[in-house]
């Protein structure tokens, strides 16, 4: 969300860092999570008073401790829910959930949808490391089928919920996806968040150092990132590969890897249109998987809608202007009271 707020001069990330003792696994992609967050949230022209971290139940849920900021560790799952009352009476905030796949997916997922269809005008980030890494390695909703962990012996027999397909149903009004090991795109992805009016939900593929290491390895590791991975540009073709040579064309209304260097494919490319009205193309990249297809990252959807907490105080207004302003002794004394004998 934005603001007219004046900045205080100049901030740095040190403004953002709480002093708090970091009580995270070494290694734990959330350092990086955290770190890019700071940096970014010095750059925008708001003093860090006027930002709030809202968080559940989880390793990332730390988050609120570790930033120099006001901040609330609530309850499992229901992050979301303290959020959107905060933002409903205080406009003047820069509100920022950070929850994970087991908080936001499974016991917070009601939660999670709701806000986004409300498009209530905050910020998500939903760290996804696909395993329970609090409560020490047990499966969760972002877990691969077959995957073995302590609550799993056999291996996972449940298909994984696609977060990004949670927030396209939900017609989150922004949707994106960065990762852990990519700080400059995840600075310009929470920038673009930080920026859209309405809610903005962020995935951050994440490494759980301990109980899932290298899960994203084969998409996102340096030796085959170029051929796994597509960059979203909007306005642009979906150009990929290390030498920039493979894109996406659809064939029906299904996507298909072609070579560019054969003259024939060079036309009739998906082009990326973050902006498009309706969500039937968001929802198509959210389809692109490995290993059958390169996995997007990006902004999928920005588009503007009416913001739920702007529309709640214009019916609070509208009703002042039409019946005067409430008064609550009335309220609890009035015609619409009983009496039990």
Request: charged share 20%; aromatic share 8%.
């Amino acid at each position: 969300m934005s603001t007219d707020t004046a900045p205080k001069p100049p901030q740095s990330r040190d403004d953002f860092i709480s002093g708090q003792e970091v009580r995270w696994c070494p290694g734990c992609g959330d350092y990086a999570i955290l770190a890019t967050v700071q940096r970014t949230l010095a750059k925008r022209q708001i003093p860090r008073e006027k930002y709030v971290f809202v968080s559940g139940i989880g390793c990332s849920s730390r988050f609120p401790y570790y930033m120099n900021t006001y901040g609330f560790h609530t309850i499992h799952g229901r992050a979301p829910t303290i959020a959107t009352g905060l933002r409903c009476v205080n406009p003047e905030l820069s509100i920022w959930v950070i929850t994970g796949d087991g908080d936001g997916l499974s016991i917070g997922g009601n939660h999670l949808i709701h806000c986004m269809r409300r498009n209530v005008d905050l910020n998500i980030l939903l760290v996804n490391n696909r395993i329970y890494g609090l409560t020490k390695g047990q499966y969760s909703p972002t877990s691969e089928i077959s995957k073995v962990t302590k609550s799993t012996p056999f291996g996972s027999i449940e298909h994984p919920i696609n977060a990004l397909c949670i927030a396209i149903a939900s017609e989150a009004t922004f949707i994106a996806r960065t990762l852990d090991t990519d700080p400059v795109h995840m600075s310009y992805v929470l920038s673009r968040a930080a920026e859209h009016r309405g809610i903005s939900f962020v995935e951050i593929y994440q490494n759980c150092i301990i109980f899932n290491d290298k899960t994203f390895t084969p998409i996102t590791g340096r030796d085959t990132r170029d051929d796994r991975m597509v960059y979203l540009e909007h306005g642009k073709p979906l150009v990929f590969g290390k030498k920039k040579n493979k894109a996406i064309k659809l064939n029906g209304l299904d996507p298909v890897i072609v070579d560019l260097d054969d003259s024939q494919h060079q036309k009739d490319l998906v082009i990326h249109d973050e902006k498009a009205k309706e969500p039937h193309y968001a929802y198509l990249l959210t389809q692109m998987e490995y290993p059958e297809m390169p996995v997007p990252f990006g902004v999928f959807r920005a588009i503007e809608r009416p913001t739920y907490n702007k529309l709640m105080q214009n019916q609070i207004d509208q009703a002042v202007s039409m019946i005067g302003k409430g008064d609550l002794r009335k309220l609890i004394y009035g015609s619409s009271t009983w009496t039990v004998s």
